[in-house]
């Protein structure tokens, strides 16, 4: 069980782990669940009985679940990834957004993507700014004038004016409340950077930014007294900064100076559970999905690079084939023909990767799985489990193909490519892709597409098997 804080217990666990959590912490009256509404109803938490006790289990989504106002957990993948970002990027995956809010962390240099992380995130946290109340601050403002105001400054009027026979003319001064302060002035910055992006032709614009072009014009005008600070000098401000504390009155501001200051230095953002460089809505990934999309991104963008005389195509879709034949001889039993199901239904192989020719000959799949083989084996090299083999080694029957491979992620023991075994006549090999270290991940990408150009016998591939 992890700290409990102020009648919020926090609970880390990895993925598809059990989590011991005391029941009342998440079972109302009536023995009903008491979910926060956003998850209610999707797959990312399960509850389940074993050996007699209630049990919560996570699923592949990682990130922070707030279950209800009393419990919040903290996913962490199941195997060792050094750049989930990188690979929510590289694929365009798409995230599970939830309102409640943690701290992330910022990484490298601002892209899209963050961008439109970002986007979201300020114009709703500038919205509850001007909803709240913007910083003001009063300035000591000095004239001269037939018409003072304020309080009359009687020495300077004296020594100005007086001494040179103006007796209606007096120096005077007074306080003025004013918007333009390095707060606001980094908010307005912040915007400003994220309006120009908005606006840069796309080949194909994104759904929603007109309308969040508009919700900055509108926002921006409350701004029109604040000027741009084109050198953004309000960077060195202590507040802006974070190192004085805001006044507690304005607190609200510092979710959106954080954001802004991000945003201003173009700084990307980090996925991974820790950090506090800014609080955003938690986002929460399918890690099974995600895995699976990166290795066949990855793939196709190795073929294009490799100039492979084949395709990379997904198995779900574009490379699937039938998967029954119905033979022009049925079989007879008992002396009549046994009509055939697959006549109306021949089902579908989906391997979830195909490398195929131009003229669709298959000469590699690939089943991508995104499970923990071996984690709690006692053993460093163990084999895939055996659901997932038999499920290969169908689809290379099926698309007449001598071999099957399996793609994980690594956890421990060989890494690369690993010969399991024969199955009959089906050679079944295991491709251990290890994405734990960031700065390993582009070789470990590049012996992937290696393996596959020589198991596939690509032309002009020689390249030597990993291991």
């Known amino acids: 069980m992890a700290p409990q804080t102020d009648q919020l217990t926090v609970v880390e666990c990895a993925e598809y782990d059990h989590i011991d959590v005391d029941p009342d912490l998440w079972v109302g009256n009536g023995h009903q669940t008491v979910f926060n509404s956003e998850i209610d109803n999707r797959d990312v938490l399960r509850a389940s009985f074993q050996k007699g006790q209630l049990r919560l289990q996570a699923t592949s989504y990682v990130g922070v679940i707030p279950i209800n106002d009393r419990l919040v957990v903290r996913v962490k993948p199941r195997v060792p990834i050094g750049n989930l970002t990188r690979m929510v990027i590289d694929t365009g995956h798409s995230v599970m957004a939830l309102s409640a809010f943690r701290d992330y962390s910022g990484r490298g240099t601002a892209d899209d993507w963050a961008m439109r992380v970002y986007t979201d995130a300020l114009i709703e946290y500038v919205d509850e700014v001007l909803d709240a109340g913007m910083i003001r601050e009063y300035r000591d403002m000095t004239a001269e004038g037939h018409y ?231 053993t460093i090299d163990t084999l895939p489990e055996r659901g997932e083999v ?16 399996l793609i994980h992620p690594w956890i421990r023991g060989k890494k690369g490519l690993v010969y399991v075994g024969r199955v009959r006549t089906i050679d079944v090999y295991d491709y251990r892709l290890d994405l734990s270290l960031d700065e390993t991940m582009d070789a470990s990408l590049e012996d992937m597409a290696e393996v596959v150009a020589y198991l596939a016998r690509l032309e002009g591939s020689d390249a030597p098997i990993s291991g």
């Not at 038999?390 to 491979?405: C, H, I, N, W």
């Open 148 to 378: 003072p105001h304020g309080r009359i400054n009687m020495t300077q009027t004296v020594q100005r004016h007086a001494a040179r026979g103006i007796p209606n003319r007096a120096s005077f001064s007074w306080f003025e409340r004013t918007i333009d302060t390095p707060e606001n002035r980094c908010i307005k910055a912040a915007m400003e950077i994220v309006h120009t992006h908005l606006k840069q032709q796309r080949d194909h614009p994104r759904k929603g930014d007109r309308t969040r072009l508009a919700k900055l014009s509108g926002l921006l005008v409350a701004f029109d007294a604040v000027p741009y600070d084109e050198h953004h000098l309000f960077l060195a401000d202590p507040q802006v900064a974070g190192l004085n504390p805001l006044p507690d009155s304005r607190s609200y501001y510092r979710r959106v100076l954080d954001l802004s200051v991000l945003i201003v230095r173009g700084v990307g953002l980090a996925l991974e559970l820790d950090g506090d460089d800014v609080q955003l809505g938690s986002m929460l990934i399918d890690t099974n999905q995600l895995f699976e999309s990166f290795v066949r991104v990855s793939l196709v963008r190795a073929a294009a690079a490799r100039s492979w005389l084949a395709s990379v195509l997904d198995g779900n879709t574009e490379g699937r084939v039938d998967f029954y034949d119905v033979p022009d001889e049925l079989p007879h039993v008992r002396g009549s023909a046994l009509e055939a199901l697959a006549t109306t239904d021949a089902g579908k192989a989906q391997p979830d990767i195909v490398v195929a020719r131009p003229d669709g000959k298959a000469l590699l799949i690939a089943e991508v799985k995104n499970t923990a083989h071996g984690q709690r084996s006692h």
């Open 390 to 405: 038999e499920q290969a080694v169908t689809y290379a029957l099926r698309y007449d193909l001598p071999f099957a491979l």
